[in-house]
C-alpha cells in the first residue's frame, strides 16, 4: 500500500529529526546553539509531522479502517492514537512560544527540556506503536474488505518547506538517543496499552481469529 510506504518513510525522519531536536536543545540551554533553528523545529514538527503526516493519518488511514473495515472509531487503536496526535500537537503547542523566542530564564530552559524531553519521548513511542502494529495489522484488514490502495496527497509548499528545513538541521545538530526511554514493537510497548487501548487482540480480534489462536495453540 503505497500510502503506507510513504508514511513509514515518514516515520524514519520523524525519528531522525526527533534525535537532532534533543541535540538542539541541549546545546541550546548550553548556550551553544542557534535560538532562530527553535522555530525551524516547530515548523518541521507543527507542518511536516502534524498537518502532513498526521493529517493523512487520520483523515485517509484512519477513516479507511473505520468505514471499510468497520474498526471501532470510540476505542482500541484509531481513537488511542488519534488521542495521541491530538495531546502532542497540545504539548507542541505549549513548546512553541520557548522554541520561537529561545528560553531567557533558568525556570524557562528547565521548562523546555522538560516538554521536549515528554514530547520526544511520546513521539517516539507512537511511532513503534504505528509501525509494528497499526499499520501492518491496519493493512491486513483494509486487504480483507478489498481495499489495497489509499489516496494520498501533495505537500503544500509549508509542509515542503518544513521537510527541507529538517535537512539543514540534521546537518547542525546530529541527531542523539534518549538512553533512559525503552522502546520496541508490539501492544505492550505503546504507552496507551492498559490505559485507552486493551490491546489489539482485545480491541480487534474477531471471533474467528480467536478460534484460530486457540486452534494454533491446542495443537502446539
Not at 48 to 56: C, E, L, V
Not at 72 to 85: D, I, S
Not at 130 to 159: F, I, K, T
Request: net charge negative; glycine share 6%; aromatic share 10%.
Amino acid at each position: 500500500m503505497k500510502l503506507l510506504d510513504a508514511l513509514q518513510d515518514e516515520h524514519a525522519l520523524i525519528d531522525r529529526v526527533l534525535g537532532s531536536f534533543r541535540s538542539y536543545v541541549d546545546a541550546l540551554v548550553d548556550g551553544m546553539a542557534d535560538a532562530e533553528d527553535g522555530a525551524r523545529f516547530a515548523a518541521f514538527f507543527s507542518e511536516f509531522a502534524g498537518h502532513f503526516h498526521h493529517d493523512r493519518e487520520e483523515r485517509v488511514f484512519f477513516h479507511a479502517l473505520v468505514t471499510q473495515a468497520e474498526l471501532p472509531a470510540e476505542r482500541g487503536p484509531v481513537h488511542a492514537l488519534a488521542h495521541e496526535h491530538a495531546e502532542m500537537a497540545q504539548w507542541l503547542r505549549e513548546m512553541t512560544p520557548l522554541l520561537e523566542r529561545g528560553p531567557h530564564s533558568d525556570d524557562d530552559r528547565a521548562r523546555l527540556e522538560a516538554l521536549a524531553t515528554r514530547y520526544s519521548r511520546a513521539l517516539w513511542r507512537h511511532i513503534d506503536a504505528e509501525n509494528s502494529v497499526l499499520y501492518p495489522q491496519g493493512a491486513e484488514r483494509l486487504a480483507r474488505c478489498g481495499v489495497r490502495e489509499l489516496a494520498d496527497r501533495p505537500m503544500s509548499e509549508a509542509e515542503a518547506a518544513a521537510r527541507e528545513g529538517a535537512a539543514a538541521l540534521l546537518l547542525r545538530y546530529p541527531p542523539s538517543e534518549d538512553a533512559a526511554l525503552t522502546r520496541g514493537d508490539g501492544c505492550f510497548m505503546c504507552r496507551a496499552h492498559g490505559d485507552t487501548c486493551k490491546g489489539l487482540e482485545a480491541e480487534w480480534w474477531t471471533e474467528l481469529e480467536w478460534e484460530e489462536f486457540y486452534d494454533r495453540d491446542a495443537s502446539d
